[in-house]
């Protein structure tokens, strides 16, 4: 089956406990309809680059599955319809990476960034 991985934003306004169960209802959508969550992880509350629907903050949350297309299109399907998600994002991908994302990573253990070149 493909893997895909994806990422959605519910409101600022939910508990983390309802953010954390909008996880699971998806992970369940998936799983009855012949898919698998490999792993999931609830990215917390992270401030966006701009409002959405008159939201500056949102509850991220990201999940990797290895799924049917089908079983994609009706969590996707189920997503839109749910009025505390504001924004979806699904990626095919060819393979799973190890470990955590890069998201739940410490800054020390995400490797090194270029050097920053001090103001004149």
Do not use: C
């Amino acid at each position: 089956m493909p893997l895909y991985e994806h990422v959605f934003i519910s409101r600022q306004d939910l508990s983390n406990a309802q953010a954390e169960g909008l996880v699971e209802h998806f992970s369940t959508v998936l799983k009855d309809n012949g898919g698998n969550v490999i792993e999931s992880e609830y990215w917390g509350v992270k401030t966006m680059a701009y409002k959405i629907n008159k939201n500056r903050k949102g509850h991220y949350a990201y999940l990797r599955t290895d799924a049917p297309s089908a079983a994609v299109q009706e969590m996707e399907r189920l997503m839109r319809l749910h009025d505390d998600v504001m924004r979806i994002l699904t990626i095919k991908v060819d393979a799973h990476e190890e470990g955590p994302s890069v998201q739940m990573q410490k800054r020390d253990e995400r490797g090194d960034r270029r050097e920053r070149r001090p103001r004149d």
